[in-house]
Antibody, heavy 122, light 111 residues
Framework: QVQLQQWGEGLLKPSETLSLTCAVYGGSFRSYYWSWIRQPPGKGLEWIGEINYSGSTDYNSALKSRVTISVDTSKNQVFLRLNSVTAADTAVYYC????????????????WGQGTLVTVSS | QSVLTQPPSVSGAPGQRVTISCAGSSSNFASGYDVHWYQQLPGTAPKLLIFGNTNRPSGVPDRFSGSRSGTSASLAITGLRTEDEADYYCQSYDSSLSDYVFGTGTKVTVL
């Protein structure tokens, strides 16, 4: 049973860089893709991007210029960096396992971290 | 603004059947991309409910069922229970955006 535990700075000022870590426990880290998803307070979900164990990434087109997702396979950890944050980046950020190799089925998120609230305020 | 549109809310009495629609377009469902559904209980992370249009992960009751046809998809909940009060989101891939996308979300209320 995979477990995802995440942490990071919860309060940022405008223009600072958001940094979050997601640690994966159980299961095979190298067999899956890993994603970040965010949810502004009271609003819906937004996919941020994904990465696999070799560092191959794909990002949301609207966030691509500011986002970097990376991995440390020695620690089974996934990282999110979002540059030049504004109040619009205030959200709960989730890491999730992204299943991409289920026969005949398009990718989906099957396990989620607990979420980390990041607030951007001056 | 999401490319997948859901009704903001649906409600029903205990034991009733409710359905949640997810309206897409030619660049997602009509292109053959699958729909997946997630349940988000208050204050918690989303949980996978349906994958690949109709499939339930282990542990999800068969009261939940999904379908997809043309440019839309739907989630049905039969035998509605108080513990089904939650927000529900559809999710797919959109080829015009080249992004994975979520629906706008629907709040289910048990009367």
């Amino acid at each position: 049973q995979v477990q995802l535990q995440q942490w990071g700075e919860g309060l940022l000022k405008p223009s600072e860089t958001l940094s979050l870590t997601c640690a994966v426990y159980g299961g095979s880290f190298r067999s899956y893709y890993w994603s970040w998803i965010r949810q502004p307070p009271g609003k819906g979900l937004e996919w941020i991007g994904e990465i696999n164990y070799s560092g191959s990434t794909d990002y949301n087109s609207a966030l691509k210029s500011r986002v970097t997702i990376s991995v440390d396979t020695s620690k089974n950890q996934v990282f999110l960096r979002l540059n030049s944050v504004t109040a619009a980046d205030t959200a709960v950020y989730y890491c999730a396992r992204f299943l991409t190799m289920v026969r005949g089925v398009d990718p989906y998120f099957d396990s989620w971290g607990q979420g980390t609230l990041v607030t951007v305020s001056s | 603004q999401s490319v997948l549109t859901q009704p903001p809310s649906v409600s029903g009495a205990p034991g009733q059947r409710v359905t949640i629609s997810c309206a897409g377009s030619s660049s997602n469902f009509a292109s053959g991309y699958d729909v997946h559904w997630y349940q988000q209980l208050p204050g918690t992370a989303p949980k996978l409910l349906i994958f690949g249009n109709t499939n339930r992960p282990s542990g999800v009751p068969d009261r939940f069922s999904g379908s997809r046809s043309g440019t839309s998809a739907s989630l049905a909940i039969t035998g509605l229970r108080t513990e089904d009060e939650a927000d529900y989101y559809c999710q797919s891939y959109d080829s015009s955006l080249s992004d994975y996308v979520f629906g706008t979300g629907t709040k289910v209320t048990v009367l």
